[in-house]
């Protein structure tokens, strides 16, 4: 708790700076014809432009929960599915009325939030070169909705850094009744603050008194030790790790196996975070002073619903949400008996001898793969391979290296749903043990063998130094 209090309080010092820094280059006239429209069409093209981020991050974690409902709300809800993480279903088949059925909700989920998080750049917008009295109020609230941003993604960045060097590592959820208590300590967290600013005449928009940036940061400490603590009582046996691991905790639990964190996962994750905290800004500080309305901010008792989307998301993408199969309450997965191994065994392999099988069995892909045989013999199930490893469909001659996936590979995957449809999504797997990162690069747009969804499939074995834990859950 006091490790997580200490990472939260940096972040939101770094990212109240960040935040003061924006108030300190604009100006605040008091006047109509003090505004300048220059700065002040800077600041709403500003507030647009990251009012799409918000919006299309918004569509695609509706796209994302849609495509496994299921196991979106099991996180939602905070708890953890029977799921295999590398076998969740991360897409709907390529069917228009299931995919029409994702369509809506993603582009209802877009038009919301980029009206939420870019009205202020709107109305900004509309006073440009007038001297309507309501000019300056309008001004001010896209400096103050900015200042926001770059207060949410300026933490983010922080908090991603703090993610790679693995500082603190703990990736218990939050469950219903956290998040319950959480709303009565951020309630009585907000009004404590309130009351200080108010007492204290601290500017929340001034760009030069750090009283603020102190005061938030010390706020998010409690805030952050209180709600990692609730997720620990009711998960106690996740792995705790500080600094890399050295001073872990034993526990009766092994981590969810870390994925290979690329680009695409680095720019998912910040602007997952950033986007979840920038509404729940614009909605507890920008609105209520756009209204006149402070009590409004009482709203933001709520805040810790974002951590539930959060952990949701990941769950439907099979990250976070689902037990280990050391956990000793997950149920087999369908088809597979109880007493199945971890790993599945080549169909190459003889049990009774010791014959290495020839170079054409190497290469060649597994029956399950190829299809039905003539005899119409039943090809054996895909699903019926456990803890994700698939090696028993590549054979023995695998090269662990970050290339294309093979054709007859992709063509199971999109079978199972498992492979990603669009650049911000992923999936893991295991070969031969090792873990991969499934992603799909930019291709020609075209359908191929090796990209029928119009991009390439890639694989990328996953780098041995890995933050642990999940992307969702409390903070870390």
Request: charged letters at 20%; a neutral charge; glycine letters at 10%.
């Amino acid at each position: 708790m006091g490790a997580n209090g200490a990472q939260g309080a940096f972040e939101t010092f770094v990212g109240r700076l960040g935040e003061a820094a924006v108030h300190a280059l604009s100006n605040h006239p008091k006047d109509p014809r003090e505004v300048n429209d220059t700065l002040m069409a800077a600041h709403a093209a500003v507030n647009l432009a990251m009012g799409l981020v918000a919006g299309a991050r918004a569509g695609l974690h509706a796209w994302r929960g849609r495509g496994n409902a299921e196991a979106y709300w099991t996180g939602f809800r905070g708890e953890r599915s029977a799921q295999s993480s590398a076998f969740s279903v991360a897409g709907t088949p390529n069917v228009p009325a299931s995919q029409l059925s994702r369509l809506l909700p993603s582009v209802a989920a877009a038009v919301v939030t980029f009206g939420v998080a870019a009205h202020t750049g709107i109305s900004a917008l509309s006073h440009l070169r007038s001297s309507s009295k309501d000019k300056v109020k309008a001004y001010e609230a896209v400096i103050l909705s900015n200042a926001n941003t770059a207060y949410c993604y300026t933490r983010e960045v922080a908090n991603f850094v703090a993610y790679v060097f693995q500082l603190v590592s703990h990736d218990a959820l939050v469950s219903w009744p956290g998040f319950a208590a959480s709303i009565l300590e951020y309630g009585s967290n907000w009004a404590v603050q309130h009351r200080v600013r108010e007492r204290n005449d601290i500017d929340h928009a001034g760009s030069s008194d750090l009283r603020w940036p102190a005061m938030s940061a010390a706020a998010e400490a409690v805030d952050v030790a209180f709600t990692s603590g609730v997720a620990r009582l009711a998960e106690p046996d996740r792995p705790v790790g500080i600094w890399r691991g050295r001073l872990a905790e034993e526990t009766a639990v092994e981590a969810d196996p870390p994925s290979r964190l690329t680009k695409i996962d680095a720019i998912d994750r910040v602007t997952q975070r950033a986007v979840g905290r920038q509404l729940v800004g614009e909605i507890s500080n920008v609105v209520p002073k756009e209204l006149r309305l402070p009590w409004i901010g009482l709203l933001a008792a709520g805040t810790h619903l974002r951590e539930l989307t959060w952990q949701a998301e990941n769950a439907s993408r099979g990250r976070g949400a689902s037990r280990l199969s050391s956990d000793p309450e997950a149920p087999p997965p369908v088809g597979v008996p109880p007493t199945a191994g971890s790993s599945g065994v080549s169909p190459t392999v003889r049990q009774e001898g010791t014959e290495l099988p020839s170079r054409r069995d190497l290469n060649a892909p597994p029956p399950d793969i190829r299809g039905p045989s003539s005899s119409g013999e039943a090809a054996p199930s895909f699903v019926g391979q456990s803890s994700g490893e698939v090696g028993h469909l590549v054979g023995l001659g695998w090269e662990h290296r970050r290339d294309r996936a093979p054709p007859f590979l992709i063509g199971a995957l999109i079978r199972r749903g498992d492979v990603p449809r669009t650049p911000l999504e992923s999936t893991n797997l295991r070969i031969h043990g090792q873990i991969y990162t499934v992603y799909m690069e930019p291709g020609s747009g075209a359908a191929t063998i090796d990209g029928p969804l119009g991009g390439n499939v890639m694989l990328a074995p996953e780098l041995r130094l890995q933050p642990r834990g999940s992307a969702g859950g409390v903070h870390r």
